[in-house]
């Protein structure tokens, strides 16, 4: 059984351009959730995905957009990039809900912007 | 107001201490979950333990216990005879319910436990 895993490892972008970062969730696990956690910080939920709908967003701009796939494979967007959106970010995958359902985090993906 | 406190931000301990890390939570609902996670070094979060708003019951598992009191809102960890393995971030998170009937987790801001030998 494959666990959480997140491409890249580590980013360097520039203020203004776009990046996307990918999870490829546990298998058989139909929930993906984002977050992110800014350095010393807990992690702050961006949203989630159940069977590729968006169910559930934290106060995130619209500039964070996500995609899930039919395999439950997962994309965070971040367009117009800001130096605040430094941070780990992490995906999270469970089977169902968070709120019943432990979930499986990957890495993370390092973010810097510049 | 935070909606998750843990108002440990770093604990220091000598290796076999017992350690008990707080976390107070706020919320008007009556259904909610709890949660504890661990982030070790490495960066990936490990879940630890799920409880929801109706059972109070503590819980033990092997070196790890939970004590939940909804009176003092309150899910305070535990873990005895400490080992450097277990030097890490612990994160307190609460799941309320939003709008569409999704849940939405908070997470606190986490203790830093040091373990030291």
């Known amino acids: 059984e494959t666990g959480v895993t997140q491409s890249p490892t580590h980013l360097i972008k520039t203020r203004g351009q776009q990046v996307t970062l990918r999870c490829s969730s546990q298998?058989?696990?139909?929930?993906v959730s984002w977050y992110q956690q800014a350095l010393g910080q807990g992690p702050q939920f961006i949203f989630q995905y159940y069977r590729e709908e968006e169910n559930g967003r934290g106060n995130f701009p619209p500039r964070f957009s996500g995609l899930q796939f039919p395999n439950y494979s997962s994309e965070l967007n971040v367009n117009a990039l800001e130096l605040d959106d430094s941070a780990l970010y992490l995906c999270?995958?469970?089977?169902?809900?968070?709120?019943?359902?432990?979930?499986?985090f990957g890495p993370g993906t390092r973010l810097t912007v510049l | 107001a935070q909606k998750v406190t843990q108002a440990q931000t770093e604990i220091s301990v000598v290796e076999k201490e017992d350690v008990t890390l707080d976390c107070v939570y706020e919320?008007?609902?009556?259904?909610?979950?709890l949660f504890w996670y661990k982030q070790p070094p490495s960066g990936e979060l490990v879940f630890l333990i799920r409880r929801n708003s109706f059972d109070e019951q503590n819980e033990i598992s092997g070196r790890y216990s939970w004590n939940f009191q909804k009176s003092t809102s309150s899910f305070n960890f535990t873990i005895t005879a400490s080992q450097v393995v277990d030097s890490a971030v612990y994160f307190c998170?609460?799941?309320?319910?939003?709008?569409?009937?999704?849940?939405?987790?908070?997470f606190g801001r986490g203790t830093s436990l040091i373990v030291h030998p």
């Open positions: 999270a995958s469970s089977l169902g809900l968070t709120s019943y359902n432990e979930q499986f």
């Open positions: 998170a609460l799941s309320e319910a939003a709008s569409g009937g999704s849940y939405i987790p908070t």
């Open positions: 298998s058989g696990h139909n929930t």
């Open positions: 919320t008007r609902d009556t259904t909610y979950y």
